[in-house]
């Protein structure tokens, strides 16, 4: 499996992450701030979808 082939971050999965951090905040997850870069990641590509979803409606 190459490095391109992942699925990209989303809200649903952002969220799942940020709540096991704060059900164990000790966990390596909150500890090493991997939450915050789960929403970060999550926000960029919902920007993403969002350009491409405008772009459709504008072809119509």
């Given at each position: 499996?190459?490095?391109?082939?992942?699925?990209?971050?989303?809200?649903?999965?952002?969220?799942?992450?940020?709540?096991?951090?704060?059900?164990?905040?000790?966990?390596?997850?909150?500890?090493?701030?991997?939450?915050?870069?789960a929403?970060?990641?999550?926000?960029?590509?919902?920007?993403?979808?969002?350009?491409?979803?405008?772009?459709?409606?504008?072809?119509?």
């Open positions: 499996m190459g490095r391109n082939d992942h699925t990209p971050m989303d809200g649903d999965a952002a969220e799942r992450i940020n709540a096991a951090a704060q059900r164990e905040p000790d966990s390596e997850t909150a500890r090493s701030g991997f939450d915050d870069r929403t970060a990641a999550a926000d960029r590509n919902s920007v993403d979808d969002d350009y491409y979803e405008d772009d459709e409606d504008e072809l119509s």
